[in-house]
Structures are given as C-alpha cells and as structure tokens.
C-alpha cells in the first residue's frame, strides 16, 4: 500500500486532457514537501517530467504542468499524444517515516 | 549531461547479498548525491536510500535500514548499493539516480537499472 495514492489507471483520446491526482496526508505533501512527477515507458527507466510540485526540465513539453493543493498534487496532460501512453509516479517526502514516498503508479491509455 | 550507467544482472540465493554499482559521468560527482529505488515486476516503486557523495552522508528507508549499505568511491565517480539477507521479495530492478547532494530532492537522471534475481 503506497502512502500516496494515485489512480490505477485514466485514459483519453488523442488530443483531449487527463489529470492524475496524487493524494497524501499532513505528514508529506500537506506539510509543505515538493511534489514531483516521473514518466515511465514501458520497459524504461523513470524520467523526471516535474521537479518542485510544477517545474519542467528542460526539454519536457509544455503540455505536461503540474499543480499542489493542501494534501494533495496533480499532474495534466493537455494535447495527449499516442508517445505519452506511460506510466506516471508522484513522488514526495514523508515526516513520519523520515524517508521519500511514491505513489502507486498510474497507467495513461491513449484511446 | 548526467550519464549513469549500472552493473549487470545478478542471480542470488536467498541468504546471499548483491552489490550493485553505478558509475557516474557529465557532471562532478560530488556535485550530488546518489538515491537508489527499486521496482518489483509489475509493480511500482520503492525508495531505498540515499547518499551524499559529497559527504557520504546516508538515509536509508525504514523498511531496509537493517540490511542496505550505500558507498561512494569519488576516485572513480561510482556509487554502490549493497543489500544482504536476500529474499525471494527482493527481487526487482533496481536504479540509482542524481538528486541534491545535501538532501534527497528530485531525482532527475536515471541509470539504465540492474535486475536482481533472488531463488533457489
């Protein structure tokens, strides 16, 4: 069980929107914590695709933003292309086990 | 640009330890400092710990503090990830990333992952 919990999986047509949420508690993002984001294709190593809850290295489209609120952060997927059918990870930092937290993963279908 | 690259696949009999090593290029290695995170087949990931290699400061996860080593070697810009008692449920790919050098930030370039694979 991940201490943030995101959603299995979303989907959506080419073109069109998506949001994933990323959902933890007062001991990690809801005290403050950096949020970031990680793109995974299938049989890949993650990528860094959000760094400091909305922040895009260099060479990430601008079709990926990233947002936080209270305890709680989301990753939007504007344009969706067919490339970005991958698996995304939120990842932050919990004070309770001292230690940096994942999210479960969620799996982006393009239809 | 960062470039990390792994050690390769290892097979292990539970019991055993496994070190895995990451050698570091493109950048001055004790600029930052090195995570390692696990992934099972199929299923998400797992942070491990962290290292400084400026300073060899360590964060290990709760869950493996007992049984994970991290060490740098700056002479050859390489970071290790030594795990012992190995279980059957150890067995995944594990990566070693750059993050910040005085604490665990984003981790922003990613080795290419080494498989560990624990049976009998």
């Known amino acids: 069980q991940s201490v943030l919990t995101q959603p299995p999986s979303v989907s959506g047509a080419p073109g069109q929107r998506v949001t994933i949420s990323c959902t933890g508690s007062?001991?990690?993002?809801?005290?403050?914590?950096?949020v970031h984001w990680y793109q995974q294709l299938p049989g890949t190593a993650p990528k860094l695709l959000i760094y400091?809850?909305?922040n895009r290295p260099s060479g990430v489209p601008d079709r990926f933003s990233g947002s936080k609120s209270g305890t709680s952060a989301s990753l939007a997927i504007t344009g969706l292309q067919a490339e970005d059918e991958a698996d995304y990870y939120c990842q932050s930092y919990d004070s309770s086990l001292s230690g940096v937290v994942f999210g479960g993963g969620t799996k982006l279908t393009v239809l | 640009q960062a470039q990390l690259v792994q050690s390769g696949a290892e097979v292990k009999r539970p019991g055993a330890s496994v070190k895995v090593s990451c050698k570091a290029s493109g950048y001055t290695f004790t600029d930052k400092g090195i995570t390692w995170v696990r992934q099972a087949p199929g299923q998400g990931l797992e942070w491990l710990g962290w290292i400084s290699a400026y300073n060899g400061k360590t964060k290990y996860a709760q869950n493996l503090q007992a049984r994970v080593i991290m060490t740098t070697d700056t002479s050859t810009s390489t970071a290790y990830m030594e795990l012992r008692s190995l279980r059957s449920d150890d067995t995944a790919v594990y990566y070693c990333?750059?993050?910040?050098?005085?604490?665990?930030?984003?981790?922003?370039?990613w080795g290419q992952g080494t498989l560990v694979t624990v049976s009998s």
């Open positions: 400091t809850d909305r």
């Open positions: 007062s001991s990690d993002i809801g005290a403050g914590y950096d």
């Open positions: 990333a750059t993050t910040g050098w005085a604490t665990v930030t984003d981790f922003d370039h």
